[in-house]
C-alpha cells in the first residue's frame, strides 16, 4: 500500500528565512509525485508534478525535487502570503488518478 | 475557464440521515474524484468516476456512492451518517484517467453530523 509521510507537521518562519519541507513516500511504481497548496477552508491548489528522480522544477519562491525515496519542497525567502498547508501526493501506476496525500505540512510565515 | 464548483458549501447533518453533495467539472474534464479530508489530515480518496461508471474504489464502505452525469458532473451520497462522515468533501476534476493527470479540486463541502 502506498505510503507518504512528510514532515515536519509544522514550521513557522521569519519572513525571507528560507528553509525545505521533506516528503518520503512508498509506491510500488512511481507514476508522479504532486505538491499541493491548501489555504484554510479551501481545497488544495496545484504546485508541481515530479516524474522522476533527479527532476526539479521551480515556481517564484518554491522549488521541488524528487529521488527514488523523497522529495523536497525547497522554500526560499518566502512571504507571509506563502502561509499554507502543503500537501504532498503520489500517484501510482495504474491506479488511474487516484493521489495518496500526506498529511502535510502547515507553514507560517511571520513578519 | 470555469473551476470546479461545489454545493453546498456548508451543512449540517444528524446521525442516521443521508446526505448529496454536488461538483460540477471543471470545463474539458470528463473524470471526478471525490476525496474525504478529516480536520489536520491530508485528503483520503473514495472514489473515481469515467464516463458515468466508477473507475476505482479507495477504503470506504458501500454507503458511501456516487453518480456521474453525461455532462460530466458528479454527486456524492452517503448514507446512514456517522459523528466520524463530519469532514471536507473535497471533488476534483482531470482530463482523463490516464498518465500522471492534475487534479483540479473544488473548495468543497464542510460537512458536520451531530
Known amino acids: 500500500e502506498d505510503q507518504v509521510t512528510q514532515s515536519p507537521e509544522a514550521l513557522r518562519l521569519q519572513e525571507g528565512e528560507s528553509s525545505s519541507l521533506n516528503c518520503s513516500y512508498t509506491v510500488s511504481g512511481l507514476r508522479g509525485l504532486f505538491w499541493y497548496r491548501q489555504d484554510p477552508g479551501k481545497g488544495p491548489e496545484f504546485l508541481f508534478t515530479l516524474y522522476s528522480a533527479g527532476e526539479e522544477k521551480e515556481k517564484e519562491r518554491l522549488k521541488a525535487t524528487l529521488t527514488k525515496k523523497e522529495s523536497f519542497l525547497h522554500i526560499t525567502a518566502p512571504k507571509p502570503e506563502d502561509s499554507a498547508t502543503y500537501l504532498c501526493?503520489?500517484?501510482?501506476?495504474?491506479?488511474?488518478?487516484?493521489?495518496?496525500f500526506g498529511t502535510g505540512t502547515r507553514l507560517q510565515v511571520t513578519l | 475557464e470555469t473551476g470546479v464548483t461545489q454545493s453546498p458549501t456548508h451543512l449540517i447533518k444528524t446521525r442516521g440521515q443521508q446526505v448529496t453533495l454536488r461538483c460540477s467539472s471543471q470545463s474539458g474534464h470528463n473524470t471526478v474524484s471525490w476525496y474525504q479530508q478529516a480536520l489536520g489530515q491530508g485528503p483520503q480518496f473514495i472514489f473515481q468516476y469515467y464516463r458515468e461508471e466508477e473507475n476505482g474504489r479507495g477504503n470506504f464502505p458501500p454507503r458511501f456512492s456516487g453518480l456521474q452525469f453525461p455532462n460530466y458532473s458528479s454527486e456524492l451520497n452517503v448514507n446512514a451518517l456517522e459523528l466520524d462522515d463530519s469532514a471536507l468533501y473535497l471533488c476534483?476534476?482531470?482530463?482523463?484517467?490516464?498518465?500522471?493527470?492534475?487534479?483540479?479540486f473544488g473548495a468543497g463541502s464542510r460537512l458536520t453530523v451531530l
Open positions: 501526493a503520489v500517484q501510482e501506476a495504474g491506479t488511474a488518478s487516484k493521489l495518496t
Open positions: 476534483a476534476s482531470s482530463p482523463g484517467t490516464g498518465g500522471a493527470n492534475v487534479l483540479t
